[in-house]
């Protein structure tokens, strides 16, 4: 199982930081050195502790201020002259306009950001309204952009998502009905088979064992008198001339 994510902000305890700062030096020390031979780079590593204490690194044979000056003259960075007092006071003056052009720059940016929040317009004039209404609109626009565009990437992730639900919900729906079926047709079975049985067993007996009255002797003599008294019936023709004359007499 692989190591969580370490979230990578100042260590309160002094201790846990200290320990961490040591162990993690050693390892920058250790992987320096090793890109240093692997890769014949020329290397300079300078690290301060938080107590002050130096350490450094310099791929050998060179030193450090070697290393330092060539930093220097690739970035092209003036380093004045101590012994000439011309030179320090010119490099004092560039390193002063320096530091004006920055504070200008932070000073305009600010403002900026004043101006595009809403603040403190009121020494802005109507061309420069103008030009920052032109601006705040293009940033809406692709404000809006971007919006649509993440709106119509989540409707498109809706989509799919109710496609796939679709499709679950039909297989699930043909799995239900199939043993639905499968369960019909065992109950089927089962009761044609429990029919057959009654029908084997039928099969197997005489008969005449079936009716409740075989082998049972009827005597007649048990019936009370009314059940035997017999009564005699003549049929009379319905014609007139046809009927006894006994009657007609």
């Known amino acids: 199982m692989g190591r969580g994510k ?35 780079a020329q290397i300079g590593l300078i690290v ?13 044979p060179l030193c450090m201020k070697q290393i330092i000056d060539r930093y220097v003259k690739s970035k092209g960075i003036p380093i004045p002259d101590h012994n000439n007092r011309a030179g320090a006071i010119a490099y004092n003056d560039q390193m002063y306009k320096e530091l004006a052009r920055m504070k200008n720059e932070t000073l305009n940016l600010q ?19 103008r030009e920052l209404e032109h601006q705040l609109e293009q940033s ?32 699930m729906y043909q799995w239900l009905m199939s043993n639905q079926i499968e369960k019909q047709a065992e109950m089927e079975a089962q009761q044609q088979q429990i029919a057959m049985t009654e029908l084997k067993l039928v099969e197997q007996q005489p008969l005449m ?16 008198d009314h059940q035997l008294h017999t ?6 023709p319905t014609h007139p001339n046809l009927q006894d004359s006994t009657q007609i007499e």
């Open 231 to 236: 009564h005699t019936y003549r049929l009379q």
């Open 140 to 171: 809406v626009n692709k404000v809006r952009a971007r919006k649509f565009q993440l709106l119509h990437e989540q409707l498109e992730n809706l989509k799919r998502t109710e496609v796939l639900l679709e499709k679950e919900n039909q297989e």
């Open 48 to 60: 301060f502790s938080t107590k002050g204490k130096l350490t450094e690194y310099c791929t050998p």
């Open 111 to 129: 403002l900026s950001l004043q101006r595009y929040k809403g603040d403190d317009l009121s020494t802005v004039h109507f061309d420069e309204l």
């Open 209 to 224: 064992n079936q009716f409740p009255f075989f082998g049972e002797d009827l005597h007649l003599g048990n019936l009370p």
């Open 6 to 40: 370490i979230e990578v902000k100042r260590i309160e305890n002094n201790t846990s930081r200290q320990v961490t700062f040591s162990k993690r030096r050693s390892g920058l020390m250790k992987k320096t050195h090793e890109l240093s031979v692997l890769c014949d």
